[in-house]
């Protein structure tokens, strides 16, 4: 069974810590802090303010109630105590964000393990949005280009925001956008009954949360 630990004992059972002196850097006794990008427009971060999220580490355990952000440019969480952001020490493996506070619905769900291709390897973060017989990831990051703009001598920086989707089913993997034509592909071994479910549901197919809802309900079958 899982142990559950309130966000005040988290800080107190960070893996490694070498003192009584908690949040601290096992060896210069320095807080982490979150990395600065100087001259670049935009938000390396997923979201601007501080998200309640549930941690789950490498063992299994589990903690409430911690404020988190994610760095989508460096695919890195960090979290917030008193007014200073640090970094994980433990090995964290899952994050349930919720962006709006006491509206479950809107939960994501982002893990580690996941290897399918160059861009996703097992240590970064991916949003999972499907798993079952069907398991759907969403690999969420940003990336720094030059541009230039009207009237302005040389190129500025900015950050782009990035996604991929990947589907896979029975080991086969595909990275496609969600679309007709892929919950076709993926689904035609119950399409009829999927089809109807989505008619009567008035689903979307290249809308991410209808897609979902599909799968899902495949996943169910």
Excluded at 28 to 40: A, E, F, M, T
Excluded at 96 to 125: A, C, H, Y
Aim: glycine letters at 4%.
């Amino acid at each position: 069974m899982k142990k559950i630990f309130s966000t005040t004992i988290l800080f107190a059972l960070i893996h490694f810590a070498k003192s009584q002196e908690v949040l601290r850097e096992p060896v210069s006794g320095l807080p982490y802090r979150v990395k600065i990008y100087d001259n670049i427009q935009g938000s390396a971060f997923l979201f601007d303010d501080w998200k309640p999220s549930i941690i789950t580490d490498k063992s299994g355990t589990v903690y409430l109630n911690v404020l988190v952000k994610f760095d989508a440019f460096a695919n890195q969480f960090f979290y917030l105590k008193g007014d200073t952001t640090y970094e994980f020490i433990t090995n964290v493996d899952v994050v349930e964000l919720f962006p709006l506070r006491g509206d479950t619905s809107t939960k994501m769900v982002f893990k580690k393990g996941f290897n399918t291709g160059e861009k996703i390897q097992k240590e970064k973060f991916v949003q999972v949005l499907t798993e079952g017989k069907i398991t759907s990831i969403k690999y969420i990051h940003k990336t720094q280009q030059d541009i230039t703009q009207y009237n302005t001598p040389g190129t500025i920086k900015v950050f782009n925001d990035n996604m991929i989707y990947v589907f896979i089913k029975d080991g086969n993997i595909i990275s496609q956008r969600p679309s007709p034509k892929l919950l076709q592909e993926i689904l035609k071994d119950k399409w009829s009954i999927v089809d109807a479910y989505m008619k009567q549901n008035a689903l979307n197919p290249k809308s991410e949360d209808d897609c979902v809802k599909a799968i899902n309900y495949y996943n169910s079958l």
